[in-house]
């Protein structure tokens, strides 16, 4: 069955870059690609970037572009999902889904906490 | 374009319940709706797919439409359980515009 799990919770400092990770199982990894979507406490689900991995091709929200870089290794299944010059405003929950066209996402990621805090 | 959905809607278990997604501009018809559930303190789930699909593992109590008319989607569940109780996403997409997504609507069943 396709998995998508998740690094751990992180805690950074403003200013610092975050780096995710979502690792990938029961499916062709290369077959896919992924989409990041975050969420800030009690807030709706948010966009950020896609990658096909079948392809190289990256996307990202112009909201997000010059400071989140999204990318896979195929050599360990896993997707990942850097975000710098953070700040309190990007405190939320990140989760990865798989996403082939960059339209959608099928399987969902488990998601993961990143606390922006001084 | 923007999707707008409901704030909140309640229903009663056993009851059927549907869900607007409005799109503001462009045909709704053009780009494919999904539709994803998230219960409290969960990921999103895929509940409907390319309008109407419901992928394996969903009952088929939770179905999807699309109606050019009002240029609107919607989700409706029908014979509700207290376990549907959840935030409701619409999502689509154009060419400028990868994802988008309505603003969420809290399903309460009570």
């Known amino acids: 069955q396709v998995q998508l799990v998740q690094s751990g919770p992180e805690v950074k400092r403003p200013g610092a870059s975050v780096k995710v990770a979502c690792k990938a199982s029961g499916y062709t990894f290369t077959s896919s690609g992924f989409s990041w979507v975050r969420q800030a406490p009690g807030q709706g689900l948010e966009w950020m970037g896609w990658?096909?991995?079948?392809?190289?091709?990256?996307d990202y929200a112009q909201k997000f572009q010059g400071r989140l870089t999204v990318t896979a290794d195929t050599s360990t299944s896993t997707a990942y999902m850097q975000l710098g010059s953070l700040t309190s405003d990007d405190t939320a929950v990140y989760y990865c889904?798989?996403?082939?066209?960059?339209?959608?996402?099928?399987?969902w990621g488990q998601g993961t906490l990143v606390t922006v805090s001084s | 374009f923007i999707l707008t959905q409901p704030h909140s809607v309640s229903e009663s278990p056993g009851k059927t319940v549907t869900i607007s997604c409005t799109r503001s501009?462009?045909?709704?018809?053009?780009?494919?709706v999904q539709w994803y559930q998230q219960r409290p303190g969960s990921s999103p789930t895929t509940v409907i797919y390319e309008d109407d699909q419901r992928p394996s593992g969903v009952p088929d109590r939770f179905s999807g439409s699309i109606d050019s008319s009002s240029n609107s989607a919607s989700l409706t569940i029908s014979g509700l359980k207290t376990e549907d109780e959840a935030d409701y996403y619409c999502q689509s997409y154009d060419s400028s515009n990868p994802w988008v997504f309505g603003g969420g609507t809290k399903l309460t069943v009570l």
């Open positions: 501009s462009g045909s709704i018809a053009s780009n494919f």
């Open positions: 990658i096909g991995v079948y392809n190289g091709e990256t």
């Open positions: 889904a798989r996403d082939t066209l960059g339209s959608r996402g099928d399987y």
